[in-house]
Nanobody, 124 residues
Framework: QVQLVESGGGLVQAGGSLRLSCVAS????????MGWFRQAPGKEREFVAA????????NYADSVKGRFSISRDNANNTGSLQMNSLRFEDTAVYYC?????????????????WGQGTQVTVSS
């Protein structure tokens, strides 16, 4: 099994930045992707970004492309989501997840393990 420990959420003014961290432990050798999802009040949980662990290939939702950057530290099994130019609309609970399959990385159902979620609040 895989355990994910997520941190870095908080309150920030519009235009500011936050960096989220996700530390994976356990049977991480089976993971193909690490992804980030978010869920705002009254909305469905949505894909934010993903990274293929071995190659570093990245993919972003249109709503965050150019503002957010996903990365990983292979040696420490740690993923990060750097969030810049934050907007009020980015306010949500952010979740880190890992997938042990090499397809469907934008889909909730493709992910096997999830972090506890961390609240990001952007003031307008």
């Amino acid at each position: 099994q895989v355990q994910l420990v997520e941190s870095g959420g908080g309150l920030v003014q519009a235009g500011g930045s936050l960096r989220l961290s996700c530390v994976a432990s356990g049977r991480t050798f089976s993971n193909y992707y690490m992804g980030w999802f978010r869920q705002a009040p009254g909305k469905e949980r949505e894909f934010v970004a993903a990274i293929r662990w071995n190659t570093g290939y990245t993919n972003y939702a249109d709503s965050v492309k150019g503002r957010f950057s996903i990365s990983r530290d292979n040696a420490n099994n740690t993923g990060s989501l750097q969030m810049n130019s934050l907007r009020f609309e980015d306010t949500a609970v952010y979740y880190c997840a890992t997938s042990n399959r090499d397809y469907g990385f934008r889909s909730l159902s493709s992910y096997d393990y999830w972090g506890q979620g961390t609240q990001v609040t952007v003031s307008s």
